[in-house]
T-cell receptor, first 113, second 115 residues
Framework: DTEVTQTPKHLVMGMTNKKSLKCEQHMGHRAMYWYKQKAKKPPELMFVYSYEKLSINESVPSRFSPECPNSSLLNLHLHALQPEDSALYLC????????????FGDGTRLSIL | KQEVTQIPAALSVPEGENLVLNCSFTDSAIYNLQWFRQDPGKGLTSLLLIQSSQREQTSGRLNASLDKSSGRSTLYIAASQPGDSATYLCAVPQTGGGGSEKLVFGKGMKLTVNP
């Protein structure tokens, strides 16, 4: 079990659907991250929130829309995704940004039909 | 631009062996280095984080060392067990701007420990 909880664990959606991925942590961490991981590849950073403000957007397409409603929650809203967006989406958190260990959730396995 | 390399990409050993996993990075101006473990279909589990001022960190059967000047880190696993089978990744914060929140990962090393 991890201290970063992601839901759902699996998601299958069509290219016209709208869905959201959710991430929650109650460790008092003030930095939260979204990563995308393709099979047999390392994770790639998508977004970083620091103190509920978006601090890094790694030129991610607008069909991915992050949201940080409070210090414990991080959402990733999905709309009009492409088949190549199928991947494992990982959420992580750290005490604050910079020089702190990042703690990862188990991810959401996303499949786009 | 920071680059992280892990060689070999895969390793298969019999149970009980002591193992050394290697990680190298191109820019020595790092804040820290983190070792992770990833089981199939799962997220990453943080194993050890070594700050730039430290030479090594230990947790149970794991020991990680850091040599910034040579751009290398090793993860030592003592008395390997089948439960150690996983992919091991090392990561360092991006240097040269962009924030130390951005981790640069190696491609990982898939370890199989055979009973």
């Amino acid at each position: 079990d991890t201290e970063v909880t992601q839901t759902p664990k699996h998601l299958v959606m069509g290219m016209t659907n709208k869905k959201s991925l959710k991430c929650e942590q109650h460790m008092g961490h003030r930095a939260m991250y979204w990563y995308k991981q393709k099979a047999k590849k390392p994770p790639e950073l998508m977004f970083v929130y620091s103190y509920e403000k978006l601090s890094i957007n790694e030129s991610v397409p607008s069909r991915f829309s992050p949201e940080c409603p409070n210090s414990s929650l991080l959402n990733l809203h999905l709309h009009a995704l492409q088949p190549e967006d199928s991947a494992l989406y990982l959420c992580a958190s750290s005490l604050r940004d910079g020089n702190q260990p990042q703690h990862f959730g188990d991810g959401t396995r996303l499949s786009i039909l | 631009k920071q680059e992280v390399t892990q060689i070999p990409a895969a390793l298969s050993v019999p149970e009980g062996e002591n193992l050394v996993l290697n990680c190298s990075f191109t820019d020595s101006a790092i804040y820290n280095l983190q070792w992770f473990r990833q089981d199939p279909g799962k997220g990453l589990t943080s194993l050890l984080l070594i700050q730039s001022s430290q030479r090594e960190q230990t947790s149970g059967r794991l020991n990680a060392s850091l040599d910034k000047s040579s751009g290398r880190s090793t993860l030592y696993i003592a008395a390997s067990q089948p439960g150690d089978s996983a992919t091991y990744l090392c990561a360092v914060p991006q240097t040269g701007g962009g924030g130390s929140e951005k981790l640069v990962f190696g491609k990982g090393m898939k370890l199989t420990v055979n009973p």
